[in-house]
């Protein structure tokens, strides 16, 4: 199948899979971004004050560095799991030792996030 998409001529299937997972690591970067600066901030500047009855983000004051540390955390195996997704989609084209670590490295990214996870959880039932 071929589709059409806006500034691009005529996608495979495989293709646009392959630009949307871009747009969907694209998102995930950027949110990342926006949550470390707003957290960042109000964990070592100033807490930022907010009126009730405006628009506000949910997490934005209640995120401490343990918060910060276990949402960084996922969102790197999410993206690392795009990642991986984007090089299994194109694996011909990719020598199998490359995706070997390619696979190595995305198991230690969720295996520290587990870690951190448990540790942290561990931390708070003492606490």
Partial sequence: MRYTVAGF???AEADLILVLLSLVDMT???GLLVM???SGYENFVSQLDISAGKEK???LGKMD???LKNKVAASIVAISSIHLLRVFMDAK???DNKLMWY???HLTFVLSAFVMGYLDR???HNH
Avoid: D, E, K, Q
Wanted: hydrophobic share 60%; proline share 4%; charged share 5%.
């Fill in 57 to 59: 983000l949910n997490w």
């Fill in 36 to 38: 470390v600066m707003f």
């Fill in 122 to 124: 561990l931390t708070r």
């Fill in 28 to 30: 995930l970067v950027g």
């Fill in 65 to 67: 560095a343990t918060s």
């Fill in 9 to 11: 001529s005529y996608l």
């Fill in 103 to 105: 696979v190595i490295i």
């Fill in 93 to 95: 084209n990719v020598p």
